[in-house]
């Protein structure tokens, strides 16, 4: 497989696009007002405890209060217990007995505010670095689950005689794999020289203050993005590029040796059709190369995606069909997922198979394809009624949510009433008010289509309203409102 990066990067925004084998697998967008807030460590506040839901409130001097539950309230325990569990006890701490409204609390986001839910804390901080993970109140050494386990005993050796007895607990990062003990002790010195400055801030800044700031998406991009499969990191930007060449030579110097400055004429995502993508990956239907096509539909609790034939009518046996058709599905649904960063619950709903072979070989190529995405996923078999379910950890707003707001003339629900519909509201109303009110005459502001249908096909029914209640109806064309918005003047 064959990886590039492209960086597009503007004062306002930065956008990444991972171009996989020539098709775009991931999009990554941070705009300079709106960074994400996963990774900064803050000294919060507590401002309410809820003993009933086991959380508390945390005032982080953001918009909305931020969210800490009890599982995630970390504390140290004697004789090697797990943190967060009382002694002799297999139940966690209530965190009443851990936690008090007006204290001072450093806490880290774990989990970027969604929606109407404010951001999810943790009073475990870990600092991330190029090779490792430092946990500052742990005194555990580990190695990543995906470095083969016949390496890992000999790594953590390692790793234990280069932490020494200055403290803290340290887990090796999968691309710390093959690094040299010098560079560990790099990164070991340089993240307890961080955690040395967080703890400096805590001490001398006032509560709902911000004491670290994760490192930036272009960063990010060396540090978490760039694999032994990526042939390039194209950067549109010359200023940038000195810059992260700059932060690569010093903590990723094997990422930053692929860093290349882009001076093409044509902007750097047209050369995969990157703004055409992003156009697609927010829209709800997606066209499969067989004919078939996919339905993506995003609700507050889950997402839903239907599979359907469409014009694919390529075999004879309809069985096979239908079978072309999921297995084509299970690769695109897989790809969308990453595109468009879908998180939380995913409802899939593929056509009806008959035979337990198809199922089962939809299914393999779908956990396969499934594999290479970078973000924890878990799914299940066919239910009864024919559907997969699954789950995608969700730490930030879906591409959709980032860029896009609900419609103000629909709210969000995707429809209006018609412009009969409204008129009808309009009739009714008229009428209540002639039965509370005596005016001179009643004035109809609406919309464009609701007013064109009172002069045409409705202009009976106002008339005979306007016989019934004894009083003249004018109508009023507003362009600037929506279809369903109206207003009655009386005069």
């Known amino acids: 497989m064959q990886q590039d990066i492209l960086l597009n990067w503007s004062p306002q925004e930065t956008r990444v696009a991972i171009v996989e084998n020539g098709a775009v697998q991931e999009l990554h967008v941070e705009r300079t007002l709106e960074r994400g807030l996963v990774g900064n460590v803050y000294l919060g506040k507590v401002a309410r405890v809820l003993p009933g839901m086991q959380s508390a409130f945390i005032d982080m001097g953001l918009e909305r209060a931020a969210f800490l539950h009890v599982a995630d309230v970390w504390q140290r325990q004697p004789d090697g217990e ?33 929606g109407t839910k404010g951001a999810r804390l943790s009073t475990q901080i870990s600092i991330a670095g190029r090779l490792l993970v430092f946990l500052p109140q742990d005194d555990h050494v580990g190695v990543s689950q995906k470095i083969p386990s016949e390496q890992r005993d000999a790594l953590r050796k390692r790793l234990n005689k280069l932490v020494g007895d200055a403290g803290g607990g340290f887990i090796l990062r999968t691309n710390g794999e093959d690094a040299s003990d010098a560079e560990l002790a790099e990164d070991i010195a340089y993240l307890r020289k961080t955690w040395a400055r967080i703890r400096e801030s805590a001490t001398r800044l006032p509560p709902t203050s911000m004491l670290h700031q994760d490192l930036n998406l272009l960063q990010r991009v060396l540090r978490d993005l760039v694999t032994d499969q990526t042939q390039a990191i194209r950067i549109d930007s010359r200023e ?56 993506v539909d995003q609700t507050e609790a889950l997402t839903t995606i239907d599979v359907n034939t469409g014009g694919y009518v390529g075999s004879r046996n309809f069985d096979e069909t239908i079978f072309k058709t999921n297995l084509e599905a ?55 009624l024919g559907l997969v379910e ?102």
Do not use: W
């Not at 967060?84 to 001072?104: D, H, T, W, Y």
């Not at 649904?333 to 995913?346: S, T």
């Open 82 to 114: 797990p943190p967060g569990l009382a002694r002799n006890a297999q139940a966690p701490v209530p965190i009443e007995k851990q936690v008090f409204e007006g204290q001072s609390l450093m806490v880290q986001v774990i989990k970027d505010p969604i």
């Open 240 to 295: 940038q590029f000195v810059l992260l060449q700059a932060f690569g030579q010093e903590f990723m110097p094997a990422a930053a040796a692929k860093l290349q400055l882009y001076k093409g004429e044509r902007p750097i995502f047209d050369l995969f059709s990157i703004d055409e993508e992003i156009a697609k990956a927010l829209g709800r239907r997606v066209d499969l190369k067989s004919g078939g096509y996919l339905i």
């Open 330 to 384: 299970a690769q695109a649904i897989a790809r969308q997922l990453r595109l468009r960063n879908l998180g939380g619950i995913i409802i899939l709903d593929f056509i009806d198979m008959q035979r337990e072979d198809h199922r089962e070989a939809v299914l393999g190529e779908f956990r396969k394809q499934l594999a290479r995405d970078r973000v924890k996923t878990m799914s299940g078999g066919f239910s009864q």
């Open 390 to 491: 699954m789950t995608r950890k969700r730490t930030r707003e879906s591409l959709a949510h980032m860029l896009c707001e609900p419609c103000p003339v629909c709210q969000g629900k995707g429809t209006v009433r018609t412009p009969r519909t409204v008129a009808y509201d309009i009739l009714r109303e008229i009428l209540r008010e002639a039965r509370q009110f005596n005016p001179r005459e009643y004035r109809v502001i609406a919309a464009p289509k609701v007013i064109e249908l009172f002069l045409d096909e409705e202009s009976q029914h106002l008339a005979g309203l306007s016989d019934f209640i004894g009083k003249p109806i004018s109508l009023q064309s507003e362009s600037a409102m929506g279809q369903e918005q109206y207003d009655i003047v009386l005069l």
